[in-house]
T-cell receptor
Framework: QQQVKQSPQSLIVQKGGISIINCAYE??????FPWYQQFPGKGPALLIA?????SEKKEGRFTISFNKSAKQFSLHIMDSQPGDSATYFC???????????FGKGTRLSVIA | EAQVTQNPRYLITVTGKKLTVTCSQN?????MSWYRQDPGLGLRQIYY???????DKGDVPEGYKVSRKEKRNFPLILESPSPNQTSLYFC??????????????FGPGTRLTVL
């Protein structure tokens, strides 16, 4: 049973455009939603995270939008740059009980 | 420098030949974990450890063993590797203490090929 469904699997965006990656979860006990960024040949690294008490969190060009009723959250990358080209993983956990479960990843390519 | 190290980074082996992938962290983290990454399947957890001598199965533990005798080390053991264990493996650590919201720090990965 896939607990976190991520889409799209791959994404090509023009430089300066907006990249949007979506995730949906099933477990209503999840209360922590991070995004990890992975560059080729490297391990994933935490990019940004949100708790369900807020609907949006912004850090620079990266924004997480969270819709608790729909059980969905998304990553928006504004003014996308070639240096943003990477694989992005959403994840979720129940902070008191369960380890992180990851989505299958989205391979983002930002082209000039 | 705070980091998670894995060795070897690349390994080609044959079916049935026991191997160990080492993982070490220098951040005094309580929690450590192993993942495998496969195309189209994302990151799947193999085993995790909340602290020394405490280990638990993740989503795909079959064919793997782990041990946590020291806080800093968490080796992954494949006693009889098979071709379906060909994958990219990541070790990760975090502060732990039951706080699943802690940032996980990943190692650089080990690419394993089983012929």
């Amino acid at each position: 049973q896939q607990q976190v469904k991520q889409s799209p699997q791959s994404l090509i965006v023009q430089k300066g455009g907006i990249s949007i990656i979506n995730c949906a979860y099933e477990n209503t006990a999840f209360d922590y939603f991070p995004w990890y960024q992975q560059f080729p040949g490297k391990g994933p690294a935490l990019l940004i995270a949100i708790r369900p008490d807020v609907s949006e969190k912004k850090e620079g060009r990266f924004t997480i939008s969270f819709n608790k009723s729909a059980k969905q959250f998304s990553l928006h990358i504004m003014d996308s740059q070639p240096g943003d080209s990477a694989t992005y993983f959403c994840a979720a956990s129940n902070s008191g009980n369960t380890p992180l479960v990851f989505g299958k990843g989205t391979r983002l390519s930002v082209i000039a | 420098e705070a980091q998670v190290t894995q060795n070897p980074r690349y390994l080609i082996t044959v079916t049935g030949k026991k191997l160990t992938v080492t993982c070490s962290q220098n951040m005094n983290h309580e929690y450590m974990s192993w993942y495998r990454q496969d195309p189209g399947l994302g990151l799947r957890q193999i085993y995790y450890s909340m602290n020394v001598e405490v280990t638990d199965k993740g989503d795909v533990p079959e064919g793997y063993k782990v041990s946590r005798k020291e806080k800093r080390n968490f080796p992954l053991i494949l006693e009889s590797p098979s071709p379906n264990q060909t994958s990219l493996y990541f070790c990760a650590s975090s502060l732990g203490g039951g706080r699943w919201t802690d940032t996980q720090y990943f190692g650089p990965g080990t690419r394993l090929t089983v012929l």
